[in-house]
Structures are given as C-alpha cells and as structure tokens.
C-alpha cells in the first residue's frame, strides 16, 4: 500500500497550439528540423506531486485510461531527471489531472512533464532556474520547454529552442478533439512518405505571421496560421477534412490541424463567436467533443502548495 505524507505542490500546464509549424528535412538524428510558433492555450492539465515512498504514477481526467503509469510517462522520466540532478531518489507520487486530450497535438503528455519540473523544484527545494529547467526539459521532448514557458514563441531546432515573439491581444479559439489519437511519430514519417511520392506544398517563413502577432488582429493572422503536418494527419485520419470544413462553415477565422493532431483548432473573431463556432462543430457531430480556450496564457506554474500540518 503506497504511504503518501505532506506537502503536496499542485502545477497547472496549459496546451499549446502552433499558428505556424513549418517543417523541414529529416536529420540523422531522426528529427525534423523545424521553425514553429507556438502559443500556449488556456486548456490544463493538473499535476500534483507528493512525498511518497516510491515513484508512482496516477492519473484521472480525459482520456486517463490511455496513459502509461510507468516510466513510458513523460512524467516518470521528468522525475528521474530532476532526482538525478539533486542527487536523490525520485520518490514521489505524482497525480495528474488531464484536461489536455491525450495523443491529440496538444502536448498534453509534454505539458505533464513540464508541470513535474516545476512541481519537484518546488517540492525538493531545488532553486533552479527557468533556464536549467528549460534544459531539462530539452533532455525530455521538443516541445517541453515550450510548455515550462508559455505565452508565444518560435521554435527552432527541433522545437526546443525558443525565441521571443511579440504578441498583442488575446486569441479565442475553439477545439474539435477527436475520436482517438494520433501518434507525433507516424505523422512524421507520413509527411516524409507524402514528400517522397510528391511535393506537398511547404510553408514559407513565419515573417508575416509574426508581424499580425504584433498587431493583434485576428482577420489579419488567420490567413497566415498554416501546418505542414496538416496535409500528414489528413492522410491518415481522412475525417478530420469534414471536422476542419465544419469549423470554417460554422464562422471560424481559420480552422487548422493542431501540431501532429488530430485535434482541430479554429480561430475566431471573439468570444462570442467562439462559442457560437463551438455549438455549431458540436451539432455537426464531426468531432468527439469542441472546448473554448484563449491563448496566449503562461506556462507551467505552481498553483497551490500545502506544506501540510
Ligand atoms: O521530441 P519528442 O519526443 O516529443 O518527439 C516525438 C517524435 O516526433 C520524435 O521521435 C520524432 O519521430 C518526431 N519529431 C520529429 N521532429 C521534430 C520533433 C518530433 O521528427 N522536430
């Protein structure tokens, strides 16, 4: 029987939607090369860490049933990481909340981990900073430092290296999550079989999207929102083409695949609209469930610590 003890710290770590994800060639290491820009999302998940006697895993929310509890959890290998360099086993219970749908584009899985960095740094009494923990998140996966961070950013590298952007105004959106997931790898290597039988068409640079972001107008970003791995998700889940179709016919700015997918995101005028947008994709039945978020918000930060009784 696991014996948790005091002090649990509760982090909450947002989605992320990349505006722009233009990828580039296959590296030896098995990477893309990419420029992206991301903004995080005003949809959580919750990671609560705790003194526990051994590593342990537990996991409630959407899509809860379909994530490891072992070190095949982002989390699991964040808390190996952060034990190893405070120099002490990496014994804690580490309970997340999803609200991010899993295998869904979202870095929801990237998220959690992120959420784990923050937590044990405050937990162990670490002190180390946003920059050592962006290397560690590095070491985790490519968007993982995005998720520590938050707000809007380019991504260069593999996705890991963030660059500031300037961004004025909130966004609203709305997001399709699908039926099932979609795996980040297979949608790599789809692109890459698309490129080898054809040319899909690649996204240019970011220069233009970057510069609506410094005005602020969502009529003027949403033509210039593109994802080279959209024309890959479609490929291998030929639905989301309605689900995309019925976010533009509902009144969306634009409607794009989010990252690998397959969760689609639309832009819109306001909030008004994006509910409106989000009732009607839902009457539709294309997609499992739509959300309303705002984007962008910060990244994972420490919502509550208890340092018990
Ligand atoms: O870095 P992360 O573990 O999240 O990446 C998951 C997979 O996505 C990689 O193993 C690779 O197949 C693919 N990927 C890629 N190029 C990137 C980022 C991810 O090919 N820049």
Not at 29 to 35: C, P, T, V, W
Not at 181 to 206: C, F, H, I, N, Q
Not at 232 to 243: D, E, V, W
């Amino acid at each position: 029987m696991l014996h948790v003890v005091d002090e649990p710290v509760k982090v909450r770590a947002p989605a992320k939607v990349n505006l722009h994800l233009a990828v580039g060639d296959l590296r030896d290491d098995g990477y893309h090369e990419l420029a992206t820009v991301f903004q995080a999302l005003s949809l959580y998940d919750e990671v609560a860490v705790t003194r526990a006697d051994a590593l342990t895993v537990s996991v409630k929310g959407e899509g809860a049933r379909e994530v490891p509890l072992d070190e095949n959890n982002l989390v699991w290998r964040a808390a190996q990481l952060m034990a190893e360099k405070a120099g002490r086993s990496p014994r804690v219970h580490i309970a997340i909340r999803k609200g991010i749908p899993v295998a869904g584009g979202l870095a929801g899985g990237s998220a959690d981990a992120a959420a784990t960095l923050v937590a044990l740094n405050t937990l162990w009494h670490l002190e180390l900073s946003r920059s050592e923990l962006s290397e560690l998140a590095a070491e985790l996966g490519s968007d993982v430092p995005f998720s520590l961070r938050g707000g809007t950013a380019m991504g260069i590298g593999r996705g890991e290296q963030l660059l500031p952007v300037l961004s004025r105004s909130t966004y609203h959106w709305v997001l399709a999550f699908a039926k099932g997931g979609l795996s980040t790898p297979a949608v790599y290597k789809e692109l890459d079989r698309l490129r080898e039988s054809g040319t899909p068409p690649r996204l240019g640079s970011a220069d233009d999207l970057m510069h609506a972001l410094t005005v602020g107008d969502p009529d003027a970003l949403a033509p210039l929102l593109g994802n080279d791995l959209q024309a890959a998700a479609i490929s291998l889940k030929p639905q989301l083409r309605r689900t995309l179709r019925a976010g533009k016919d509902a009144g969306a700015l634009a409607a794009i695949v989010s990252g690998s997918g397959p969760t689609c995101a639309f832009l819109c005028r306001d909030a008004e609209d994006a509910v409106s947008v989000g009732v009607e994709v839902s009457a539709t039945g294309v997609c499992r469930t739509v959300r309303t978020a705002t984007g962008p918000v910060p990244g994972a930060r420490v919502i509550e610590t208890d340092s018990g009784p």
